[in-house]
């Protein structure tokens, strides 16, 4: 073992959950180190405004985010961001933790909390036209589609309310969605139905994208059918939820069917010394507010369990 | 205003300036939305790595910034950022949309030339 390698504790992403985990551990004098496959801040960086974060009336999820980065860090909390996470060992006492760039790390206890990501229709063509007709944020591409025809693919609240906001822009908007109902709230999918410019294809995916230099058309699949269409189209906007980052876990911890990682209350997993925060845990609301509370959690029950482990240690070594 | 913590171009005659006198150039010309803010912070971790790259961004809604939004490179773009690569002042390079980090080092490891491992 490298003892410039070894941490009391590793944090496994760099969202809310991960950094409020990383300032109470390092605050506590536990040496910390937290890894993450983005940029740091996860998913808070994307949100535009927020103003439900208590104490703070205002401010862009990249400023909290960067607040919480100064003040882990300003603790001693290492982190190393944009690097993958090769292989991770969790059963043993002894954590470890292989990066892409080939180093070994290891720790006595690890949180994860490697948050969620957008939902991708993971079809042909969807990589090739990113940004050249496909996009996932309607405020930040609208205006390339002034007048132009468009589809929105989903069916919840997300996908609804863009569609209607990209009615400023797009002549023609059509939401393609996979079931015969929304899932979205009624009044959401109220304020689509009365928009002119809306058109719905129901019971349907989109199975491939195609153009040249630009999106020019996609093949819809009516679900009940089999039925497949063209649809010429200049734009698709894709809005279809959210899925935890917790591929790299399958098979090394508990996942509910969703994918999100098993917790108790002390957000203890079935591994003894690992715990899991944020988003990526089984729970019902995602907020930053509840990913700051779990990894609250987490990080003081993490504490604990190693000043357990220690009074262990050193009981087997006086004895 | 872009909250980044890259060098910001504010005008037309910064950017003729940076690409001028420096021999590799990244801007990154967005906003600070969901597609846009990982590009920028992927640059901001990689400067220290590429000391011979100079990172820049630039407000994709400064009148100003027409210098990429009208560069030829671009056209057709419809996603941002649109981040540009410029060596010895020309455009090596254009992408449109979020980018990974994979992506943005191996254009830099390529177009650049001095590979760094980060």
């Known amino acids: 073992m490298d003892s410039n390698n070894h941490y009391d504790a590793i944090v496994v992403g760099a969202g809310p959950a991960g950094l409020t985990a990383g300032i109470y551990l390092s605050r506590a004098r536990l040496k910390t180190l937290i890894i993450n496959e983005g940029t740091v801040g996860g998913q808070l960086i994307l949100t535009h405004e927020i103003a439900n974060y208590p104490g703070v009336e205002s401010i862009s999820g990249y400023q909290l985010a960067n607040i919480m980065k100064k003040q882990a860090t300003s603790f001693g909390c290492e982190i190393r961001s944009n690097i993958n996470i090769r292989d991770l060992g969790l059963t043993n006492e002894l954590k470890t933790i292989t990066l892409s760039d080939g180093n070994i790390y290891t720790a006595d206890s690890v949180i994860l909390t490697p948050g969620g990501r957008s939902r991708t229709l993971g079809v042909t063509g969807e990589d090739n036209f990113k940004g050249r007709g496909i996009s996932y944020c309607a405020t930040c591409d609208g205006d390339f589609f002034t007048n132009k025809e468009i589809v929105v693919v989903g069916g919840g609240n997300s996908a609804l309310e863009e569609a209607v906001s990209l009615t400023k822009y797009a002549s023609k908007v059509t939401i393609v969605h996979q079931f015969d109902h929304f899932q979205a709230f009624e009044h959401a999918v109220q304020d689509a139905r009365v928009n002119t410019r809306i058109k719905f294809i129901m019971d349907s995916t989109i199975t491939s994208f195609h153009g040249n230099e630009n999106l020019e058309y996609v093949d819809i699949r009516n679900l009940k059918t089999g039925r497949v269409s063209r649809f010429k189209t200049d734009g698709v906007f894709i809005f279809i939820g959210y899925i935890p980052n917790t591929e790299f876990l399958k098979g090394r911890i508990d996942l509910n069917k969703w994918g999100e990682i098993v917790v108790k209350s002390d957000m203890s997993t079935n591994i003894e010394g690992v715990f899991a925060a944020g988003d990526s845990i089984t729970k019902r609301f995602r907020q930053v507010t509840t990913a700051v509370g779990d990894g609250t959690v987490a990080a003081l029950a993490a504490s604990n369990y190693l000043h357990e482990l220690k009074i262990k240690q050193k009981q087997l070594i006086t004895a | ?118």
Do not use: W
């Not at chain 2, 990429?68 to 950022?81: Q, S, Y």
């Not at chain 2, 060596?87 to 994979?102: L, P």
């Open chain 2, 1 to 118: 205003m872009l909250y980044t913590n890259l060098k910001h171009l504010e005008s037309a005659a910064d950017h003729q300036k940076a690409i001028i006198e420096n021999e590799n150039v990244m801007v990154i010309c967005g906003r600070m939305g969901p597609m846009c803010i990982p590009v920028y912070g992927i640059a901001e971790e990689l400067e220290k790595d590429y000391s011979h790259v100079k990172f820049y961004d630039m407000e994709f809604d400064n009148p100003e910034s027409h210098v990429i939004r009208n560069l030829p490179e671009v056209k057709g773009f419809m996603g941002i950022p649109f981040t540009i690569y410029y060596k010895n002042g020309k455009v090596i390079k254009a992408t449109s949309s979020i980018q990974t980090r994979d992506q943005v080092k191996t254009i830099l490891d390529k177009e650049f030339a001095a590979a760094v491992t980060a």
